[in-house]
């Protein structure tokens, strides 16, 4: 019955004179999720409206779940369109709409009719009795309620008429490729993917990098940590993955330095790392999953030394997250399956019995000085051989 969506975004429709940034950045990502659905669509703005209309045969269902990845959308109306061939065209179609898509009569219902079009011939509460008369005809079992209905029909005479009574919430958030880009620290858990998810919700394009450390870790591993960006660009759009070769700083910070402040320290050479690629891709900022207190390396005070060693500002979206909610939030996007799987991660091989939980800066800092012989080759090898890999949703 459907060959068209009417798409209502929130927040973007209140930039001002930005506005047709954020409508054409929607509109591109839209055109992006339905490439992948099976049909051919026409994804068009109108006087403040997005539509995206079906061309050819196509699948509902495919086209609803890729809707719902786009940021921005705040709702997805399946619409039937007509031309205005006059009243008794517009009753036809909205009975036979009723028909349709209410298979059970037994409901309450209300018609809320709008003219954005002065020139049709009825105005809008003329429009609104008229309909509901002759639904009430048609369907006796339906009833009216205007104060709480369980079918809001909406009949909307612009160029064309819109008919619609169904809105499927989107994901809301902003357009990706609005609020510039962000190197998301990508691992094979289970926080990260969410905090790169949550960033590209508020607009930001996610670039990311992945520490591999072979052969301590597996090519197994890395695959997940592909996998993981495969499902995170799903609703960020295709990002590159940067895989940094990172076993010979960490057999050099392991052989020289002392065994309990190992993550501590790991972590600020992958955040110079990180923050090195970002800079030479315009990003704007570094994205973990951290959260206060979850391990050793994510108290204050680690937080504090990590941080230290980045001009960047350092954007941690699920920083007071409990482990629970960030689970919520992967089993809702789908990382989660993929995150529990067992394989070895380059910061479990490396850590300490008993890492330092309140690890002291000026400590940390003259420990490091033990690398001095050697870190910069290192960073140099690790930042000249990294490898580039352009990910996209399946
Ligand atoms: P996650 O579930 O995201 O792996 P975690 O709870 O295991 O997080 P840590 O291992 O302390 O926590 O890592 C904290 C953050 O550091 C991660 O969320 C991620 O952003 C980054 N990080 C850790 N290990 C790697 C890695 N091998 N490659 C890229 N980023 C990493
Ligand atoms: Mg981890």
């Given amino acids: 019955m459907y060959k068209a969506f009417l798409i209502k975004y929130g927040e973007i429709g209140v930039k001002g004179k930005n506005r047709y940034i954020f409508e054409d950045a929607l509109v591109r990502q839209i055109r992006y999720a339905l490439k992948k659905v099976d049909g051919q669509f026409n994804v068009t703005k109108e006087n403040g409206r997005i539509y995206a209309t079906a061309t050819e045969e196509f699948d509902y269902d495919e086209a609803v779940e890729a809707l719902k990845t786009v940021f921005g959308i705040i709702g ?37 009719a709008r003219r954005a079009r002065k ?19 048609a369907f006796p079992e339906m009833h009216v309620d205007v104060h709480k209905p369980d079918v809001l029909l909406q009949i909307e005479v612009r160029n064309k008429i819109n008919i619609y009574s169904v809105e499927i919430p989107g994901p809301g958030g902003m357009p990706i490729g609005t609020a510039g880009k962000a190197m998301l620290l990508l691992s094979g858990g289970i926080d990260s993917p969410v905090a790169g998810y949550m960033v590209a919700k508020r607009g930001v394009q996610v670039e990311a990098t992945y520490f591999h450390a072979p052969p301590y870790t597996s090519e197994r591993a890395k695959q997940k940590v592909v996998d993981l960006a495969k499902q995170v660009a799903k609703y960020s759009g295709p990002m590159t993955l940067n895989v ?19 993550t501590i320290i790991m972590r600020r050479y992958m ?20 959260s206060i207190g979850q391990v050793a390396s994510q108290t204050m005070q680690s937080l504090y030394c990590t941080n230290e060693v980045c001009t960047m500002p350092v954007f941690r979206p699920v920083i007071c997250f409990d482990k629970q909610e960030i689970i919520d939030v992967s089993e809702k996007i789908g990382t989660y399956e993929t995150s529990i799987l067992p394989f070895e991660d380059c910061c479990t091989i490396f ?8 690890p002291n800066l000026k400590i940390i800092q003259r420990d ?14 690790a930042l000249d051989t990294v490898e580039k890999i352009h990910i996209e949703a399946e």
Wanted: charged share 25%; aromatic share 6%.
């Fill in 76 to 112: 997805i109306c399946p619409v039937v369109q007509i031309e205005d061939t006059g009243f008794d065209d517009l009753a036809k179609t909205v009975i036979n709409y009723v028909d349709n898509a209410y298979p059970d009569k037994n409901f309450s219902f209300k018609v809320n």
């Fill in 368 to 381: 490091e000085h033990h690398l001095d012989d050697c870190i910069d080759a290192l960073m140099k090898e």
């Fill in 271 to 290: 955040m110079r790392i990180a923050e090195q690629l970002g800079q030479e891709s315009g990003c704007m900022g570094l994205v973990t999953g951290e």
């Fill in 351 to 358: 850590v300490a019995k008993h890492p330092v939980t309140k």
């Fill in 244 to 262: 940094v070769n990172f076993t010979d700083i960490q057999l050099a910070i392991y052989e020289k330095c002392p065994h309990d402040e190992l």
């Fill in 119 to 137: 020139n049709f011939p009825m105005d809008s509460m003329e429009i609104n009795a008229e309909i509901g008369h002759c639904l009430l005809e």
